[in-house]
């Protein structure tokens, strides 16, 4: 079974400052993709980065990067120079690529930046 | 160019009416699913559909539900009906056969309240 993992409910972090939201994943597959999606108060699902399993570097989407670790089957996101404009909350996603490429969800951290 | 777009935005129903819901994709991506969203939960898979290809329903969770796609256009949900545990956020994605590859962008979700 295919499974994702956010051990972090609620998370907060003051304006300009760096946060780390962890991800955790457990799939049979060799060929998948890894996504963070954010989801403001709009409801509106925003993608923010992505991840290919068969890439050994890690992505980075200007303030967004990740810590791909394939063995540890681990995907965090980190968040740097933080922004009010990043309160949201944040899931992280795994695709396999196979037939059916459903998106499976963690539960999601609600990340609340103060100012 | 135009993002995904669904209607209605919310949708208030009395419980063991139909319901139907829409989603139009962005144009030329020929994957298109529907999730659902429950308070506090992650997301739900429901359908997928990819081109010409027989959807994959493997995620509706009754008979009460079902879903067509018009070619590579716009796709309707529709919950007939509806109970109160049918009350959600349902969200529609679309995806692009090119890049970036398995990448899914999301509508605005429509929400429904089931009375």
């Known amino acids: 079974a295919q499974t994702v993992t956010q051990s972090q409910p609620e998370m907060s972090v003051q304006e300009a400052e760096t946060v780390t939201l962890s991800c955790t994943y457990d799939t049979s597959e060799s060929n998948y993709y890894l996504f963070w999606y954010k989801q403001p108060p709009s409801r509106q699902m925003i993608l923010v980065i992505r991840?290919?399993?068969?890439k050994q570097q890690n992505a980075t989407e200007n303030r967004f990067s990740v810590n791909f670790q394939k063995a540890a089957k681990s995907f965090s996101l980190k968040i740097s120079d933080s922004q009010l404009g990043d309160t949201a909350m944040y899931f992280c996603a795994l695709l396999n690529a196979g037939n059916n490429r459903k998106l499976i969800w963690g539960l999601g951290t609600s990340l609340a930046v103060n100012p | 160019g135009a993002g995904v777009s669904q209607s209605p935005s919310n949708k208030v129903t009395e419980k063991g009416k139909d319901v139907e819901l829409r989603c139009d994709p962005i144009?030329?991506?020929?994957?298109l699913y529907w999730y659902r969203q429950r308070l506090g939960q992650g997301l739900e898979f429901l359908i997928y559909f990819q081109g010409n290809s027989a959807p994959d329903k493997s995620g509706l969770p009754s008979d009460r539900f079902s879903a067509e796609r018009t070619g590579e256009s716009v796709s309707t949900l529709t919950i007939q009906r509806t109970q109160q545990e049918d009350s959600a956020v349902y969200l529609c994605?679309?995806?692009?056969?090119?890049?970036?590859?398995?990448?899914?962008?999301f509508g605005p979700g429509t929400r429904l309240t089931v009375l």
């Open positions: 144009s030329g991506h020929t994957a």
């Open positions: 994605a679309s995806s692009s056969s090119g890049t970036p590859r398995y990448t899914q962008y």
């Open positions: 991840q290919e399993a068969y």
